[in-house]
């Protein structure tokens, strides 16, 4: 396999419930890399993907929902160079809370706020959540989204 065919990305989705105004995170079984984190739903792009197919994969293989008509916004893109690698955060808004179907590289979901999120999260939730210009572009999706519902 060529280098140029290894994964150069993933995507990650905080899934926000409109009536509930709580957020999905699940817990990364032991079997999977960063064992017992809580996470959010998503992962690597595939070759011939882009990152909105990759998300929406994801999303169905790790909690089995199909959420591709759902409203959602992009809310942050990290970039790193050697290796090149791009992470994309997706803020993905459904009507209400549903119960996850979790696969092998889960073991425990939650919808909390994000001033009650479980710890301890990953790596890549601690950045999302730092990110002011991320934090910026969820609340006016929240804003627009809770005024349409």
Request: proline content about 7%; some cysteine.
């Amino acid at each position: 396999m060529k280098i140029d065919e290894l994964s150069q990305g993933a995507s990650k989705a905080l899934i926000w419930s409109r009536l509930d105004d709580t957020y999905l995170f699940i817990l990364r079984s032991d079997l999977s890399k960063h064992p017992l984190q809580w996470d959010l739903p998503g992962g690597h792009v595939d070759p011939g993907e882009n990152h909105r197919q990759a998300l929406y994969r994801e999303i169905v293989e790790e909690i089995g929902a199909d959420l591709q008509e759902e409203p959602s916004i992009l809310l942050s893109e990290t970039v790193t160079e050697e290796p090149r690698f791009v992470m994309r955060n997706y803020a993905i808004c459904v009507p209400k809370e549903f119960e996850p179907v979790l696969n092998w590289e889960h073991v425990e979901w939650q919808w909390k706020p994000l001033d009650q999120m479980p710890q301890p999260t990953t790596f890549s939730v601690d950045m999302l959540m730092s990110n002011d210009h991320a934090a910026e572009r969820l609340k006016g999706f929240i804003n627009k989204h809770r005024k349409a519902g």
